[in-house]
């Protein structure tokens, strides 16, 4: 029988501790603190899942950042796409995406044509005004003298290589019909009256509000209404309906009515303006008001359209656009016409 042990005996059977394997072992550390750290650290992570923390998914700062990042992404996604719908709902509603960006067809001297034919077919001698109304000898405002170097302007009709104007020696009313037209349009039609009467040294003016409506074919001479003399300029806003020009891109119509008799040169006496009321209601457009209310006073005071893109007399409004050079300069030369007191 054996003096040994069976614990004996199993340790006979293990090979020799090889402390230099133990020292290479990739996992081991090559000092007392670092095991005493690595230890602390799994005992902090212990600690943490007793407390509930959920430490396996990572810092919680982190993924708190993280969290909002995709929001934000989100929304970014979501306010771009509104944007987008929002675009192509303007697009199709054809109003302008800013003041600045788009154009608008103003309309040409279309009422100013349609205003001669009334003037062949129904104007008589009979129908016009005592000579005189509103009118004295000589010019009620120093001329305007035109800009040294202009850019582009056009009259609308010369008779004799000589433009058709206003008197002025004639004081040049202005009614406003203000039904619908946007917030603010009647103090528009009185800045640009403004701005008219400093550019051609004529004595035109805002001389109040009025029921009547447009009319291709306006009577000139309304003594009912005005008194008897040539009807004021008339500025009104009108359903596209009702204008067949604006049917197509115009937004704006104006012109003025010529008259010649034998005493007397041809001469503008009175003229009519009429805005796309649908058009100007949306607030998109606000910017485009007062440009197209000078272009088509340009129109009535006599001048066409040009091609250069810093006039507001060139056909495409982009909102905002003061007076050019070359307006200013067809604008006075237009306020330095004859006296015709005798229409």
Known sequence: MSDKSPR??????????????????AHSESSAEERADRYARISAGHQRVQDGEQSWRGDSKRQQRGGLSLARWILAIVGILLLIVFVVWLLDSGRPLVDEGPVAYVGGDEINQSL????AV?????????????????????????????????????????????SPCR???????????PPGSYEAVEQTVEQIRQATGLDITVAGETDETYSSGRDPVQPERYGNKWAPILVTWTESALVPQFQGSAVGLGGSLQVTTKKAPASYVTGEITLNRE???QPTTAGLLKEVLLHEFGHVIGLGHVDDAEQVMTSEALGG?????????????????PCTPKL
Not at 116 to 119: P, W
Not at 321 to 337: C, E, F, K, S, W
């Open 122 to 166: 129904q104007l008589t001698k009979a129908d016009f005004p005592p000579p005189g109304a509103d009118a004295q000898a000589t010019r009620i405002l120093p001329a305007v003298q035109p800009p040294a170097v202009p850019g582009q302007f056009d009259f609308l009709t010369e008779v004799g290589g000589e433009p058709v104007t206003y």
């Open 321 to 337: 656009r003061p007076l050019g050079t070359g307006d200013l300069a067809g604008l006075a030369l237009l306020g330095q016409g």
């Open 8 to 25: 004996d005996e199993f340790d006979e059977e293990l090979p020799a501790f090889d402390e230099d394997w133990v020292r290479s072992a």
């Open 279 to 281: 058009y100007f209601s």
């Open 171 to 181: 004081r040049l009313e202005v009614v406003v019909n203000p039904r619908g037209g």
């Open 116 to 119: 001669e034919q009334n003037t």
